[in-house]
């Protein structure tokens, strides 16, 4: 499931062909995602402007010339291509690939900026979503969400806040898309470690039992940034199905610090500890009992 460095890595890579461009023609050749497309999608995205590219959280958010918000979210295993219009770019592996894999391309967009973007997916737990922009405060899928972690609101007093009196591991805190929004299991296992916080630890210790963030708030809240940031600029973790929108992989995997690395040294400075993997929730968690306390 891409998470916020995934999600952020393909709104990069929509935003040049998308932005400023107008939906020349719109093809829906699979309607039944998620959720069934409204039947007036494409007409309500045809002869439009798409005037914003955003994200909230793991949503993408195209802002349209008609008033309306186009919010897409990619699933399980949802990714967008975006072919230049000039010829399909170069030939070769991937080129083929798509071919064997267009089957499970549901969306179409013709972009006036000549850019094919294709919305690809082959579980279709994706989804889109076309929400009045003056609606969208009230939308079920977003009006919940607590802040963007990379967010100059998100902070220690924030965060601390959210966890005070909370009987749930930290772990489960993190991934609790009120508390901060975006984070998935791979974010939420590299923060810890960074912040060399237990996953186990009880969520509420990093708060006063008035809600003040204390020193553990502090470093959690700069090792999330810190990852996120760290993982955007690797174009995000491609594990099973993340690509960037030119087919390219995300590199990020290659620095995970313990997910996936049960059993292999750990990466702290002066560490010599073990990764070890526990189930927490029914979900794995990778943490290093040695200096993650
Ligand atoms: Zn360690």
Request: aromatic share 6%; hydrophobic share 35%.
């Given at each position: 499931m891409p998470e916020l460095p995934e999600v952020e890595t393909v709104r990069r890579g929509l935003e040049p062909a998308m932005q400023g461009a107008r939906f020349a023609k719109v093809e829906v050749r699979r309607g039944d995602l998620r959720w069934p497309l409204p039947k007036d999608f494409a007409k309500r995205l045809q002869g439009k402007t798409v005037t914003g590219m955003g994200r909230r959280a793991k949503y993408l958010l195209a802002d349209v010339s008609s008033g309306d918000v186009l919010v897409m979210h990619l699933g399980m295993s949802g990714s967008f291509h975006v072919f230049?219009?000039?010829g399909h770019g170069k030939p070769g592996a991937y080129y083929h690939e798509r071919l064997k894999h267009a089957a499970h391309d549901h969306v179409v967009f013709h972009m006036s900026s000549g850019a094919i973007v294709t919305f690809n997916d082959p579980r279709r737990f994706g989804s889109m979503k076309l929400v009045p922009r003056q609606k969208l405060d009230a939308e079920p899928l977003l009006r919940a969400l607590g802040p963007e972690p990379l967010g100059n609101e998100f902070d220690a007093a924030m965060l601390a806040q959210a966890c005070r009196g909370k009987k749930t591991s930290l772990k489960a805190a993190l991934l609790d898309q009120r508390v901060v929004a975006g984070l998935g299991n791979i974010y939420v296992c590299e923060a810890l470690h960074r912040a060399l916080l237990s996953p186990k630890r009880q969520a509420s210790t990093i708060a006063t039992r008035t809600g003040a963030p204390n020193e553990r708030a502090e470093r959690l809240?700069?090792?999330i940034k810190a990852v996120l940031n760290d993982a955007i600029k690797a174009g995000?973790?491609?594990l099973r199905d993340h690509k960037r929108t030119d087919g390219e992989l995300g590199m990020f995997q290659h620095n995970f610090r313990v997910y996936d690395r049960e059993g292999q040294?750990?990466?702290?400075?002066?560490c010599s500890g073990t990764v070890k993997r526990i189930v927490q929730n029914g979900r794995s968690t990778f943490y290093c009992p040695t200096c993650q306390k």
């Amino acid at each position: 499931m891409p998470e916020l460095p995934e999600v952020e890595t393909v709104r990069r890579g929509l935003e040049p062909a998308m932005q400023g461009a107008r939906f020349a023609k719109v093809e829906v050749r699979r309607g039944d995602l998620r959720w069934p497309l409204p039947k007036d999608f494409a007409k309500r995205l045809q002869g439009k402007t798409v005037t914003g590219m955003g994200r909230r959280a793991k949503y993408l958010l195209a802002d349209v010339s008609s008033g309306d918000v186009l919010v897409m979210h990619l699933g399980m295993s949802g990714s967008f291509h975006v072919f230049d219009g000039a010829g399909h770019g170069k030939p070769g592996a991937y080129y083929h690939e798509r071919l064997k894999h267009a089957a499970h391309d549901h969306v179409v967009f013709h972009m006036s900026s000549g850019a094919i973007v294709t919305f690809n997916d082959p579980r279709r737990f994706g989804s889109m979503k076309l929400v009045p922009r003056q609606k969208l405060d009230a939308e079920p899928l977003l009006r919940a969400l607590g802040p963007e972690p990379l967010g100059n609101e998100f902070d220690a007093a924030m965060l601390a806040q959210a966890c005070r009196g909370k009987k749930t591991s930290l772990k489960a805190a993190l991934l609790d898309q009120r508390v901060v929004a975006g984070l998935g299991n791979i974010y939420v296992c590299e923060a810890l470690h960074r912040a060399l916080l237990s996953p186990k630890r009880q969520a509420s210790t990093i708060a006063t039992r008035t809600g003040a963030p204390n020193e553990r708030a502090e470093r959690l809240v700069d090792a999330i940034k810190a990852v996120l940031n760290d993982a955007i600029k690797a174009g995000g973790s491609s594990l099973r199905d993340h690509k960037r929108t030119d087919g390219e992989l995300g590199m990020f995997q290659h620095n995970f610090r313990v997910y996936d690395r049960e059993g292999q040294t750990c990466r702290t400075a002066g560490c010599s500890g073990t990764v070890k993997r526990i189930v927490q929730n029914g979900r794995s968690t990778f943490y290093c009992p040695t200096c993650q306390k």
